[in-house]
């Protein structure tokens, strides 16, 4: 997969190519990153990126010209690759848009800086805006990483095991349940031992068990999850029987 990333700090990128598992698939050419930056582009001795915004107001604004030329440089190499702006304007970003994005051939992301970006690079080159949350960040590149970790780590041989990724939390092909707790050694931890059926050796036991942690869980923090697994006729009997919902 290639991913490309307009930024005025592409050294950031360095925190998903060079550490942990994205580091290792970087390293082995699963994926590649190629940062442009737009004050390569920029027209002038002092690579002027930004200017006042027009109408008055606080800050500065990154203007349409070197974006718009970081963008055309790559036309080529990206082939049809969407241009996805990092903004909390846009679709939230959760775990089916990285399971697209991981079966897609890539993706050119675009970060932000100062108070935003001049609207008319917007129309004119971004095909979608993808938010990480309802919070403002100070520029794109957190938001940027933060979604090609998630993305990344869905390619084919990223991760060894074949179905750690099918259980982790969100991944609603499961279940859309919040994952249940871990515990790995010493068996007891000031004083706390590790729940029992996990040292049982029995299987069964030990499945009923998880599914349990991660119905209470999802209830008391997400219950919005609960409804949505119901009206996909994902909780069995047991589940109900176990939530309270039935006798
Ligand atoms: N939230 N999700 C986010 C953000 C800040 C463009 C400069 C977010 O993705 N990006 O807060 N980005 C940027 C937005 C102008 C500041």
Not at 29 to 36: F, G, K, M, P
Not at 123 to 149: C, H, N, P, R, T
Not at 162 to 180: E, K, Y
Request: hydrophobic share 40%; charged share 25%; proline share 5%.
């Amino acid at each position: 997969m290639r991913i490309d990333v307009i930024t005025l700090f592409p050294e950031l990128f360095t925190a998903i190519t060079d550490a942990g598992v994205t580091g290792r698939a970087h390293a082995q050419a699963l994926w590649s990153l190629h940062a442009v930056n737009p004050r390569d582009f920029s027209q002038d001795i002092h690579r002027t990126v930004d200017d006042r915004p027009y109408g008055g107001g606080p800050g500065m604004v990154m203007m349409a010209e070197p974006l718009g030329k970081a963008v055309e440089s790559i036309k080529d190499a990206r082939g049809d690759a969407p241009v996805v702006l990092l903004s909390p304007i846009g679709k939230q970003f959760n775990q089916t848009l990285a399971e697209e994005t991981s079966r897609s051939a890539g993706v050119v992301f675009v970060c932000g800086r100062y108070e935003g970006i001049d609207q008319r690079f917007i129309d004119k080159y971004v095909d979608e805006q993808w938010s990480l949350g309802d919070f403002v960040l100070s520029g794109g590149e957190i938001a940027a990483m933060a979604m090609i970790d998630a993305t990344v780590r869905l390619l084919p041989g990223v991760l060894n095991h074949s179905d750690s990724a099918l259980q982790d939390s969100f991944q609603t092909s499961i279940s859309g349940l919040l994952d249940s707790p871990h515990f790995t050694r010493p068996d007891v931890f000031d004083n706390i031992k590790v729940p029992d059926v996990l040292l049982s050796g029995n299987h069964a036991r030990i499945a009923r068990w998880r599914r349990e942690q991660s119905l209470l869980l999802t209830e008391k923090n997400r219950p919005d999850l609960i409804r949505a697994a119901r009206a996909r006729g994902d909780l069995s009997r047991e589940d109900e029987v176990f939530l309270g919902t039935l006798v």
